[in-house]
Structures are given as C-alpha cells and as structure tokens.
C-alpha cells in the first residue's frame, strides 16, 4: 500500500519552473564553466580548427606557420 505523503496534496504549490532547454544534440543541459557539455563543445571547436589548418596547408602547399608569416 502506498504512503499518503507521497501524493500531493491538492492545496499544495504547483512547481512553476519551466523545462530547461536542453542541447540539439544531446539530453544534456548546457552550461557554463567545466561541464561535459561545455568541454564537448570545446573539442569540436578545436577539430574544426584543426582541419583548418589541413586544408590551409594543403591548398597553399606551404607550413601554417609560415603562411600565417609566424615563420621567415
């Protein structure tokens, strides 16, 4: 048999607290600081940068480095 006190009261609150929006991709809420969905986010950045880089290299037969004049 269940307790009474885990069934609402009918004079008790409502919770009025909207549905946090979560990611497209994931179930995951995202958030601000050192949080998995942040550090995802992060790492995606950084392969996109990373192909960047690829691509620049390839087309430009030439070190990022020097192309970005960082080397002589």
């Known amino acids: 048999m269940s307790d ?18 979560t990611s497209a991709t994931t179930s995951e809420v995202p958030a601000f600081g050192w949080s998995g969905y ?8 950084a392969m996109l940068g990373f192909a960047a880089v690829l691509l620049v290299e390839a087309l430009s037969h030439d070190t990022f480095l020097h192309w970005a004049g960082l080397l002589p």
Do not use: L, M
């Open 38 to 45: 942040a550090e995802r986010v992060n790492g995606r950045f």
């Open 4 to 21: 009474p006190s885990d069934t609402p009261s009918a004079d008790a609150p409502q919770d009025a607290v909207a549905p946090t929006a």
